[in-house]
T-cell receptor, first 114, second 114 residues
Framework: AQSVTQLGSHVSVSEGALVLLRCNYS??????LFWYVQYPNQGLQLLLK??????LVKGINGFEAEFKKSETSFHLTKPSAHMSDAAEYFC????????????FGQGTELSVKP | EPEVTQTPSHQVTQMGQEVILRCVPI?????FYWYRQILGQKVEFLVS????????KSEIFDDQFSVERPDGSNFTLKIRSTKLEDSAMYFC????????????FGPGTRLLVL
């Protein structure tokens, strides 16, 4: 069965500092992996996705994530945090590319201090 | 840019009442989903729908729940007799024939059952 674990329910960084949000998954088949962002009182916006092409994936707003099969990880990073990055971030996995369900992690709330 | 829309944004109902949550998926998408997020918890899959029938449903999606695509644009989730524990944010999502694995989410409907 698929599962997603996000280490750290809350992460706080200073503006300009590196952002690192951790995601580990378990899957019996090569997975499709996603990061979504949820701003306060809004829906889920797709940040980036891994679908078995390049292992380093670039997304919107300067975020990127690296798929590491040996570590079953898909951590999200951004070199320099901006105040507008404050939001909740969800990692998700799908086991197929045939319209199957997404399994979400519990989310990580990112705070950015001035 | 095409987007998924949902109505209403907020709904308050009495326990035992029926509610219908409405979604308009992206126009050329063929795969439709409902997820829910209870306050403070992770996003959970409810049901997926393709070709006018349910593809997959979770344990949460019991006989009190139903989905329908009444016309070429709307996709609805009905809860027949709401319970207090149905209070949550409900998200609709859709994906296309190409890149079926990439789901685009609506802004959600916040349901409060009193």
């Amino acid at each position: 069965a698929q599962s997603v674990t996000q280490l750290g329910s809350h992460v706080s960084v200073s503006e300009g500092a590196l952002v690192l949000l951790r995601c580990n998954y378990s899957s019996s088949v090569p997975p499709y992996l996603f990061w979504y962002v949820q701003y306060p009182n809004q829906g889920l916006q797709l940040l980036l996705k891994y679908t078995s092409a390049a292992t380093l994936v670039k997304g919107i707003n300067g975020f990127e994530a690296e798929f590491k099969k040996s570590e079953t990880s898909f951590h999200l990073t951004k070199p320099s945090a901006h105040m507008s990055d404050a939001a909740e971030y969800f990692c998700a996995v799908s086991e197929d590319n045939q319209g199957g369900k997404l399994i979400f992690g519990q989310g990580t709330e990112l705070s950015v201090k001035p | 840019e095409p987007e998924v829309t949902q109505t209403p944004s907020h709904q308050v109902t009495q326990m035992g009442q029926e509610v219908i949550l409405r979604c308009v998926p992206i126009s050329n998408h063929l795969y439709f989903y409902w997820y829910r997020q209870i306050l403070g918890q992770k996003v959970e899959f409810l049901v997926s729908f393709y070709n006018n029938e349910i593809s997959e449903k979770s344990e949460i999606f019991d006989d009190q729940f139903s989905v329908e695509r009444p016309d070429g644009s709307n996709f609805t989730l009905k809860i027949r007799s709401t319970k207090l524990e149905d209070s949550a944010m409900y998200f609709c999502a859709s994906s296309g024939l190409v890149q079926k694995e990439t789901q685009y989410f609506g802004p959600g409907t916040r349901l409060l059952v009193l």
